[in-house]
T-cell receptor
Framework: SAVISQKPSRDICQRGTSLTIQCQVDSQVTMMFWYRQQPGQSLTLIATANQGSEATYESGFVIDKFPISRPNLTFSTLTVSNMSPEDSSIYLC??????????FGEGSWLTVV | DAKTTQPPSMDCAEGRAANLPCNHSTISGNEYVYWYRQIHSQGPQYIIHGLKNNETNEMASLIITEDRKSSTLILPHATLRDTAVYYCIVGGSDSWGKLQFGAGTQVVVTP
């Protein structure tokens, strides 16, 4: 199985600021994804983090608001830009591993005040 | 919209088997059935997945009907630590890795 570390695990941010979340995997993986889980809701896919190229965003999510980097096969970042209280969520990184298995990190809890 | 339908909640007695149903009537031939659970304040934990055949691992068993339109996750001996939201998700090679989560089933295991 893949071990996924996310940083920060939790943060409180001022509205209007930006925060970058890191996702580090202990092995090379083919695909990495970013999800958002708003309070009391299920998970929603934000984008696919593509290695060496621009991320692929799902409907309702745009690069200006959620820029994503993936410089190599073990690391990705998600930035939440110009935050508002509506961005208060858990942000989760997931990766695909061998045997079609998909693993999630523990998430980054973001509160915007 | 999610491709699966699950009951919103179910209770289970500690030590008994928990059988969690899931309907996925529109599943296509190359789509897998995945099960995850999420305990409050944690990331989703992978449980098991399957394509056609029944699967078993150290956590659970997955029973998929022959027509693949529904499945059941079985926790053989539920413990209090199995209290969580359980998600049944379908995903395939054309969208490999991209999981569409529904509302899941809130399972409460009681002493």
């Amino acid at each position: 199985s893949a071990v996924i570390s996310q940083k920060p695990s939790r943060d409180i941010c001022q509205r209007g600021t930006s925060l970058t979340i890191q996702c580090q995997v202990d092995s090379q993986v083919t695909m990495m994804f970013w999800y958002r889980q708003q309070p009391g809701q299920s998970l929603t896919l934000i984008a696919t983090a593509n290695q060496g190229s621009e991320a692929t965003y799902e409907s309702g999510f745009v690069i200006d608001k959620f820029p994503i980097s993936r410089p190599n096969l073990t690391f990705s970042t998600l930035t939440v830009s110009n935050m508002s209280p509506e961005d208060s969520s858990i942000y989760l990184c997931s990766v695909t591993s061998s045997g079609n298995t998909i693993y999630f990190g523990e998430g980054s809890w973001l509160t915007v005040v | 919209d999610a491709k699966t339908t699950q009951p919103p909640s179910m209770d289970c007695a500690e030590g008994r088997a928990a059988n969690l149903p899931c309907n996925h009537s529109t599943i296509s031939g190359n789509e897998y059935v995945y099960w995850y659970r999420q305990i409050h304040s944690q990331g989703p934990q992978y449980i098991i997945h399957g394509l056609k055949n029944n699967e078993t691992n150290e956590m659970a068993s997955l029973i998929i009907t022959e027509d693949r339109k529904s499945s059941t996750l079985i926790l053989p001996h539920a413990t209090l630590r199995d209290t969580a939201v359980y998600y049944c998700i379908v995903g395939g090679s054309d969208s490999w890795g991209k999981l569409q989560f529904g509302a899941g089933t809130q399972v409460v295991v009681t002493p």
